[in-house]
């Protein structure tokens, strides 16, 4: 079993999840996806993973409200836990093999909307990620310049969070 750690509405129709899942998320790259089952009954749901900790073990996933299965997966709580968890499936973005030198010179834009901002989301933080821990700023200079891009990102992603 996979328990949910976390289970928040971010939109009608639109919630996030957090899972237990060190086998995944000790494995993961951005742009892999899941395929979770909600009981022995249930049917498999594809989810892109939205994010992950490899410390704490947990995969992130947003699930939108399409059908009976993901109506279901909707009323799911913390505590509560799914039968299967199978993954990290499908290959990673491109731009994980890239070498950082490569990555530095390149104008890389990322678009999406709506439900589309999830998956984009780890391929633009591990973008970012990559180039801080591979330039030439010191520690603290690296650190304050990703604080402030974590801090971008998290006041533009509220805009998306329902009150």
């Known amino acids: 079993m996979y328990k949910i750690l976390k289970a928040e509405k971010l939109a009608e129709k639109i919630f996030l999840m957090d899972v237990e899942a060190p086998r995944v998320a000790k494995h993961c790259e951005p742009g892999q996806f899941v395929i979770v089952k909600m009981d022995d009954l249930g049917e498999r749901i594809p989810l892109t993973i939205c994010d992950y900790d490899r410390e704490a073990g947990t995969i992130t996933i947003v699930v939108q409200i399409v059908g009976a299965s993901t109506e279901k997966m909707s009323h799911l709580k913390a505590g509560d836990a ?81 009150k």
Request: aromatic fraction near 8%.
């Open 82 to 162: 799914f039968e299967d968890f199978v993954g990290p499936l499908g290959c990673p973005s491109e731009l994980i093999s890239k070498d950082i030198e490569e990555l530095k010179k390149m104008n890389i834009v990322f678009i999406a909307g709506g439900l589309g901002t999830a998956p984009v989301y780890p391929q633009v933080s591990a973008s970012v990620q990559e180039v801080f821990e591979n330039s030439g700023l010191t520690d603290n200079d690296a650190k304050t310049e990703l604080d402030k891009s974590v801090e971008r990102i998290n006041a533009k992603l509220k805009r998306y969070v329902m």
